[in-house]
Protein backbone atom coordinates (compact mmCIF):
# COMPACT_ATOMS: atom_id res chain seq x y z
CA UNK A 1 0.00 0.00 0.00
CA UNK A 2 1.27 3.72 -0.75
CA UNK A 3 1.54 5.49 2.11
CA UNK A 4 0.67 9.60 0.31
CA UNK A 5 1.18 11.11 3.50
CA UNK A 6 4.19 12.88 2.70
CA UNK A 7 3.48 13.58 -0.69
CA UNK A 8 -0.21 15.16 0.60
CA UNK A 9 1.68 16.75 2.97
CA UNK A 10 4.49 18.49 0.71
CA UNK A 11 1.73 18.97 -2.17
CA UNK A 12 -0.63 21.58 0.56
CA UNK A 13 2.84 23.04 1.58
CA UNK A 14 3.72 24.20 -1.65
CA UNK A 15 -0.08 25.73 -2.07
CA UNK A 16 0.15 27.23 1.48
CA UNK A 17 3.29 28.63 0.93
CA UNK A 18 2.18 29.44 -2.93
CA UNK A 19 1.93 33.58 -2.00
CA UNK A 20 6.05 33.16 -1.11
CA UNK A 21 6.86 32.55 -5.09
CA UNK A 22 4.59 35.49 -6.52
CA UNK A 23 6.13 37.77 -3.87
CA UNK A 24 9.68 36.74 -4.63
CA UNK A 25 9.08 37.39 -8.60
CA UNK A 26 7.44 40.55 -7.43
CA UNK A 27 10.44 41.85 -5.38
CA UNK A 28 12.49 41.01 -8.06
CA UNK A 29 10.79 42.91 -11.01
CA UNK A 30 10.23 45.54 -8.58
CA UNK A 31 13.47 46.02 -7.74
CA UNK A 32 14.42 46.08 -11.52
CA UNK A 33 16.90 42.23 -11.31
CA UNK A 34 15.48 40.81 -14.18
CA UNK A 35 16.23 43.93 -16.41
CA UNK A 36 20.06 44.53 -14.66
CA UNK A 37 20.65 41.50 -15.30
CA UNK A 38 19.77 41.46 -19.01
CA UNK A 39 23.47 42.13 -20.38
CA UNK A 40 24.86 39.12 -18.60
CA UNK A 41 25.59 37.36 -15.09
CA UNK A 42 26.83 40.05 -12.78
CA UNK A 43 28.43 40.20 -9.42
CA UNK A 44 26.11 40.26 -6.53
CA UNK A 45 28.07 43.17 -4.57
CA UNK A 46 27.86 45.37 -7.98
CA UNK A 47 24.73 44.49 -8.63
CA UNK A 48 23.23 45.40 -4.88
CA UNK A 49 25.08 48.43 -5.20
CA UNK A 50 23.13 49.18 -8.83
CA UNK A 51 20.02 48.67 -7.60
CA UNK A 52 20.62 50.44 -4.18
CA UNK A 53 19.92 47.27 -2.19
CA UNK A 54 21.67 46.00 1.03
CA UNK A 55 24.26 43.00 -0.19
CA UNK A 56 22.92 40.54 2.32
CA UNK A 57 19.05 41.47 1.63
CA UNK A 58 19.50 41.61 -2.60
CA UNK A 59 21.56 38.02 -1.93
CA UNK A 60 19.06 36.47 0.18
CA UNK A 61 16.29 37.08 -2.47
CA UNK A 62 19.07 36.34 -5.39
CA UNK A 63 19.40 33.22 -3.64
CA UNK A 64 15.72 32.61 -3.38
CA UNK A 65 15.10 32.99 -7.05
CA UNK A 66 17.88 30.59 -8.31
CA UNK A 67 15.91 27.94 -6.14
CA UNK A 68 12.88 28.88 -8.41
CA UNK A 69 14.88 28.63 -11.32
CA UNK A 70 14.10 31.93 -12.39
CA UNK A 71 18.12 32.81 -12.09
CA UNK A 72 21.41 30.59 -11.73
CA UNK A 73 24.74 30.79 -10.10
CA UNK A 74 26.92 31.74 -13.02
CA UNK A 75 29.94 31.30 -10.90
CA UNK A 76 30.54 32.28 -7.28
CA UNK A 77 29.10 35.37 -6.23
CA UNK A 78 28.04 35.90 -9.45
CA UNK A 79 24.33 35.81 -11.03
CA UNK A 80 22.43 35.46 -13.91
CA UNK A 81 18.85 35.71 -15.32
CA UNK A 82 18.05 31.74 -16.10
CA UNK A 83 15.82 30.98 -19.50
CA UNK A 84 12.66 30.84 -16.91
CA UNK A 85 13.04 34.29 -15.88
CA UNK A 86 13.93 35.64 -19.28
CA UNK A 87 10.08 36.80 -19.81
CA UNK A 88 10.32 38.91 -16.98
CA UNK A 89 12.46 41.04 -19.05
CA UNK A 90 10.51 43.90 -19.71
CA UNK A 91 11.50 43.78 -23.85
CA UNK A 92 10.73 40.47 -24.08
CA UNK A 93 8.31 39.46 -26.65
CA UNK A 94 5.99 37.53 -24.35
CA UNK A 95 7.08 39.89 -21.00
CA UNK A 96 4.91 38.87 -18.18
CA UNK A 97 6.70 41.62 -16.26
CA UNK A 98 3.17 43.75 -16.06
CA UNK A 99 1.61 40.86 -15.03
CA UNK A 100 4.03 39.73 -12.23
CA UNK A 101 4.10 43.58 -10.78
CA UNK A 102 -0.16 43.76 -11.31
CA UNK A 103 -0.64 40.21 -9.27
CA UNK A 104 2.42 41.60 -6.35
CA UNK A 105 0.94 44.61 -6.00
CA UNK A 106 -0.15 45.77 -2.80
CA UNK A 107 -3.66 47.11 -3.53
CA UNK A 108 -4.53 43.45 -5.48
CA UNK A 109 -2.05 41.35 -2.85
CA UNK A 110 -4.41 42.38 0.12
CA UNK A 111 -7.28 41.62 -2.10
CA UNK A 112 -6.56 37.94 -2.11
CA UNK A 113 -6.29 38.21 1.78
CA UNK A 114 -10.19 38.81 1.90
CA UNK A 115 -10.72 35.44 -0.70
CA UNK A 116 -12.71 34.41 2.83
CA UNK A 117 -14.85 37.35 2.73
CA UNK A 118 -15.51 36.52 -0.84
CA UNK A 119 -16.71 33.10 -0.42
CA UNK A 120 -18.97 34.13 2.52
CA UNK A 121 -20.90 36.52 0.83
CA UNK A 122 -20.09 36.25 -2.90
CA UNK A 123 -19.06 39.94 -3.25
CA UNK A 124 -15.21 41.10 -4.48
CA UNK A 125 -12.51 41.08 -1.98
CA UNK A 126 -11.21 44.04 -3.50
CA UNK A 127 -13.95 46.04 -2.55
CA UNK A 128 -14.27 44.83 0.81
CA UNK A 129 -10.35 45.76 1.27
CA UNK A 130 -10.28 49.29 -0.42
CA UNK A 131 -14.19 50.37 -0.47
CA UNK A 132 -14.34 50.70 -3.49
CA UNK A 133 -14.27 48.54 -7.14
CA UNK A 134 -11.04 48.14 -9.13
CA UNK A 135 -11.76 50.23 -11.72
CA UNK A 136 -12.64 53.11 -9.48
CA UNK A 137 -9.26 52.56 -7.73
CA UNK A 138 -7.27 52.63 -10.82
CA UNK A 139 -9.01 56.01 -11.87
CA UNK A 140 -7.12 57.26 -9.30
CA UNK A 141 -4.33 55.42 -9.12
CA UNK A 142 -2.23 56.59 -12.63
CA UNK A 143 0.71 54.04 -11.74
CA UNK A 144 -1.20 51.04 -11.27
CA UNK A 145 -3.52 51.95 -13.85
CA UNK A 146 -0.76 51.55 -16.25
CA UNK A 147 0.58 48.48 -14.82
CA UNK A 148 -2.96 46.91 -15.58
CA UNK A 149 -3.40 48.40 -18.98
CA UNK A 150 0.31 46.67 -19.97
CA UNK A 151 -0.86 43.74 -17.81
CA UNK A 152 -3.37 43.17 -20.39
CA UNK A 153 -1.90 44.03 -22.83
CA UNK A 154 0.58 41.12 -22.41
CA UNK A 155 -2.11 39.00 -21.86
CA UNK A 156 -3.87 39.66 -25.31
CA UNK A 157 -0.83 40.28 -27.77
CA UNK A 158 0.31 37.35 -27.58
CA UNK A 159 -2.82 35.63 -28.54
CA UNK A 160 -4.62 38.62 -30.43
CA UNK A 161 -2.93 37.44 -34.18
CA UNK A 162 -4.74 34.25 -33.12
CA UNK A 163 -8.31 35.94 -33.12
CA UNK A 164 -7.99 37.12 -37.52
CA UNK A 165 -7.49 33.21 -38.03
CA UNK A 166 -9.94 31.95 -36.41
CA UNK A 167 -12.85 34.39 -37.26
CA UNK A 168 -12.80 36.49 -40.76
CA UNK A 169 -12.88 40.12 -40.42
CA UNK A 170 -12.85 40.97 -43.82
CA UNK A 171 -16.11 41.35 -44.39
CA UNK A 172 -17.09 43.81 -41.87
CA UNK A 173 -17.16 47.56 -42.68
CA UNK A 174 -16.42 48.46 -38.59
CA UNK A 175 -15.12 47.08 -35.84
CA UNK A 176 -15.85 48.25 -32.55
CA UNK A 177 -13.80 46.69 -29.60
CA UNK A 178 -15.76 47.72 -26.86
CA UNK A 179 -13.52 47.90 -23.44
CA UNK A 180 -10.81 47.22 -25.71
CA UNK A 181 -8.25 48.32 -23.44
CA UNK A 182 -5.06 49.72 -25.27
CA UNK A 183 -6.21 48.49 -28.36
CA UNK A 184 -3.57 45.13 -28.64
CA UNK A 185 -6.00 43.36 -30.30
CA UNK A 186 -7.76 45.86 -32.08
CA UNK A 187 -4.47 46.55 -33.62
CA UNK A 188 -4.52 42.60 -34.81
CA UNK A 189 -7.22 42.59 -36.34
CA UNK A 190 -7.36 46.17 -38.59
CA UNK A 191 -3.62 44.79 -39.64
CA UNK A 192 -5.05 41.28 -40.84
CA UNK A 193 -8.53 43.03 -42.77
CA UNK A 194 -6.77 46.30 -44.23
CA UNK A 195 -10.53 47.38 -45.48
CA UNK A 196 -11.50 47.14 -42.34
CA UNK A 197 -12.44 50.33 -40.07
CA UNK A 198 -11.75 50.35 -36.16
CA UNK A 199 -13.38 51.68 -32.92
CA UNK A 200 -11.37 51.35 -30.02
CA UNK A 201 -14.05 52.32 -26.89
CA UNK A 202 -12.95 52.30 -23.19
CA UNK A 203 -12.46 54.62 -20.51
CA UNK A 204 -9.79 58.03 -20.14
CA UNK A 205 -7.62 55.48 -18.21
CA UNK A 206 -8.44 52.28 -20.17
CA UNK A 207 -6.94 54.06 -23.51
CA UNK A 208 -3.91 55.83 -22.32
CA UNK A 209 -1.32 54.15 -24.18
CA UNK A 210 -3.41 53.02 -27.08
CA UNK A 211 -2.28 56.26 -29.91
CA UNK A 212 1.14 54.48 -29.77
CA UNK A 213 0.15 50.81 -29.91
CA UNK A 214 -2.45 51.80 -32.72
CA UNK A 215 0.76 54.05 -34.35
CA UNK A 216 3.33 50.93 -33.88
CA UNK A 217 0.90 48.58 -35.40
CA UNK A 218 0.55 50.98 -38.87
CA UNK A 219 -3.48 51.17 -38.27
CA UNK A 220 -3.66 54.70 -37.09
CA UNK A 221 -5.38 56.19 -39.92
CA UNK A 222 -8.30 53.28 -39.95
CA UNK A 223 -8.86 53.51 -36.12
CA UNK A 224 -10.76 56.15 -33.98
CA UNK A 225 -10.16 56.03 -29.76
CA UNK A 226 -13.55 56.79 -28.17
CA UNK A 227 -13.76 57.30 -24.29
CA UNK A 228 -16.65 56.41 -22.67
CA UNK A 229 -18.78 54.55 -19.97
CA UNK A 230 -20.01 51.03 -21.97
CA UNK A 231 -22.92 51.06 -19.28
CA UNK A 232 -24.01 54.36 -20.89
CA UNK A 233 -23.78 53.85 -24.24
CA UNK A 234 -21.41 52.36 -27.21
CA UNK A 235 -20.13 53.35 -30.46
CA UNK A 236 -22.00 52.14 -33.71
CA UNK A 237 -20.66 49.63 -35.58
CA UNK A 238 -21.28 46.09 -37.74
CA UNK A 239 -19.03 43.99 -35.67
CA UNK A 240 -18.59 44.73 -32.48
CA UNK A 241 -16.15 42.87 -29.91
CA UNK A 242 -16.25 42.60 -26.13
CA UNK A 243 -13.13 40.84 -24.84
CA UNK A 244 -12.13 39.98 -21.20
CA UNK A 245 -15.21 42.57 -19.74
CA UNK A 246 -17.67 40.23 -19.57
CA UNK A 247 -15.84 38.30 -17.00
CA UNK A 248 -15.54 41.60 -14.68
CA UNK A 249 -19.29 41.66 -13.99
CA UNK A 250 -21.87 39.99 -12.57
CA UNK A 251 -25.14 39.28 -14.58
CA UNK A 252 -26.93 42.18 -13.91
CA UNK A 253 -24.25 44.78 -15.19
CA UNK A 254 -23.35 42.17 -18.32
CA UNK A 255 -27.15 42.21 -19.56
CA UNK A 256 -26.62 46.01 -19.18
CA UNK A 257 -23.66 46.65 -21.10
CA UNK A 258 -25.22 43.80 -23.96
CA UNK A 259 -28.26 46.45 -24.34
CA UNK A 260 -26.09 48.96 -24.72
CA UNK A 261 -24.53 46.77 -27.60
CA UNK A 262 -27.77 45.66 -29.32
CA UNK A 263 -29.18 49.32 -29.37
CA UNK A 264 -26.14 50.33 -31.57
CA UNK A 265 -25.16 47.63 -33.32
CA UNK A 266 -26.40 47.46 -37.14
CA UNK A 267 -29.29 45.28 -38.00
CA UNK A 268 -27.24 42.36 -39.67
CA UNK A 269 -24.48 42.79 -37.46
CA UNK A 270 -22.51 40.78 -35.08
CA UNK A 271 -21.30 41.07 -31.67
CA UNK A 272 -18.03 38.60 -30.57
CA UNK A 273 -17.58 37.63 -27.00
CA UNK A 274 -13.79 36.55 -26.59
CA UNK A 275 -13.57 34.80 -22.85
CA UNK A 276 -12.59 31.53 -21.19
CA UNK A 277 -15.99 29.31 -21.64
CA UNK A 278 -15.93 27.38 -17.81
CA UNK A 279 -16.40 23.30 -19.33
CA UNK A 280 -19.32 21.50 -17.82
CA UNK A 281 -16.98 18.73 -15.89
CA UNK A 282 -13.81 19.83 -13.94
CA UNK A 283 -10.86 17.65 -14.32
CA UNK A 284 -9.39 18.81 -17.46
CA UNK A 285 -6.47 21.36 -17.43
CA UNK A 286 -8.73 23.99 -19.58
CA UNK A 287 -11.49 23.47 -16.71
CA UNK A 288 -8.49 24.20 -14.13
CA UNK A 289 -7.10 27.55 -16.04
CA UNK A 290 -10.89 28.65 -15.98
CA UNK A 291 -11.80 27.88 -12.60
CA UNK A 292 -8.36 29.63 -11.39
CA UNK A 293 -9.83 32.64 -13.24
CA UNK A 294 -13.32 32.66 -11.73
CA UNK A 295 -11.63 32.74 -8.71
CA UNK A 296 -9.55 35.76 -9.37
CA UNK A 297 -12.90 37.60 -10.40
CA UNK A 298 -14.09 37.17 -7.06
CA UNK A 299 -11.51 38.74 -5.43
CA UNK A 300 -10.47 41.51 -8.28
CA UNK A 301 -14.17 42.69 -9.49
CA UNK A 302 -17.04 40.53 -7.91
CA UNK A 303 -17.46 38.84 -11.71
CA UNK A 304 -17.19 35.11 -12.58
CA UNK A 305 -16.29 32.94 -15.45
CA UNK A 306 -19.27 31.38 -17.26
CA UNK A 307 -20.23 28.07 -19.05
CA UNK A 308 -22.19 27.81 -22.52
CA UNK A 309 -25.53 28.04 -21.21
CA UNK A 310 -24.70 30.78 -19.15
CA UNK A 311 -23.50 32.67 -21.80
CA UNK A 312 -26.57 31.99 -23.51
CA UNK A 313 -28.89 33.13 -21.26
CA UNK A 314 -26.95 35.98 -21.00
CA UNK A 315 -26.39 37.10 -24.71
CA UNK A 316 -30.68 35.99 -24.44
CA UNK A 317 -31.22 38.73 -22.17
CA UNK A 318 -29.22 41.40 -24.20
CA UNK A 319 -31.24 40.94 -27.02
CA UNK A 320 -28.22 38.35 -28.70
CA UNK A 321 -28.98 34.55 -29.86
CA UNK A 322 -25.63 32.58 -29.86
CA UNK A 323 -24.48 31.14 -32.52
CA UNK A 324 -21.63 29.78 -32.55
CA UNK A 325 -18.53 28.88 -30.06
CA UNK A 326 -15.06 28.47 -31.43
CA UNK A 327 -12.48 25.83 -30.13
CA UNK A 328 -10.26 27.54 -27.52
CA UNK A 329 -7.32 29.81 -29.33
CA UNK A 330 -3.31 28.79 -29.47
CA UNK A 331 -3.58 26.84 -26.34
CA UNK A 332 -5.37 29.66 -24.39
CA UNK A 333 -8.50 28.73 -22.88
CA UNK A 334 -9.99 31.71 -24.59
CA UNK A 335 -12.80 31.23 -27.08
CA UNK A 336 -14.71 33.49 -29.85
CA UNK A 337 -18.80 33.09 -29.07
CA UNK A 338 -20.21 34.70 -31.60
CA UNK A 339 -23.90 36.17 -31.64
CA UNK A 340 -26.45 37.22 -33.80
CA UNK A 341 -28.90 40.51 -32.75
CA UNK A 342 -32.50 38.97 -32.19
C1 LIG B 1 -10.02 43.08 -18.11
S1 LIG B 1 -9.79 44.53 -19.04
C2 LIG B 1 -9.82 43.86 -20.71
C3 LIG B 1 -9.15 44.76 -21.71
C4 LIG B 1 -9.09 44.20 -23.12
N1 LIG B 1 -10.40 43.98 -23.71
C5 LIG B 1 -8.26 42.93 -23.14
O1 LIG B 1 -8.84 41.84 -23.20
O2 LIG B 1 -7.03 43.04 -23.08
C6 LIG B 1 -11.38 45.32 -18.90
C7 LIG B 1 -11.46 46.65 -19.61
O3 LIG B 1 -12.75 47.21 -19.35
C8 LIG B 1 -12.58 48.61 -19.21
N2 LIG B 1 -13.73 49.17 -18.48
C9 LIG B 1 -14.08 48.95 -17.18
N3 LIG B 1 -15.19 49.63 -16.87
C10 LIG B 1 -15.55 50.31 -17.99
C11 LIG B 1 -16.65 51.17 -18.31
N4 LIG B 1 -17.59 51.47 -17.41
N5 LIG B 1 -16.74 51.68 -19.57
C12 LIG B 1 -15.79 51.37 -20.50
N6 LIG B 1 -14.72 50.54 -20.26
C13 LIG B 1 -14.63 50.02 -19.02
C14 LIG B 1 -11.28 48.73 -18.44
O4 LIG B 1 -10.73 50.03 -18.54
C15 LIG B 1 -10.45 47.65 -19.11
O5 LIG B 1 -9.70 48.15 -20.19
Redesign the pocket.
Known amino acids: MTDHSTSRYADLSRMAFGFAGSQILYAAVRLGVPDALAAGAMPVEKLAHSLGCDPGGLSRLLRALVVLGVAEEASPGHVALAALGEPLLAGHPRSMRSSVLLLGDPATWQAWGALTHGARTGEAAFDHVHGRPL?DHLACHPELSGIFNTA??E??GWIAPEVPKAYDFTGARTVA?I???NG??LAAILAAAPGVRGILF??A??VAGASEVLRRAGVSDRCSIER????ERVPAADLMLV???LH?WDDQRCAALLRRCRESIAAHGRLLVLEPVLPSRLGTAEAAGVVMSDIAMLVYTGGRERGRDEFRRLLAAGGFGLADVTPPLAGSPIRILVADPV
Open positions: FMRGTDGGGALDTEGGDFFKGVD
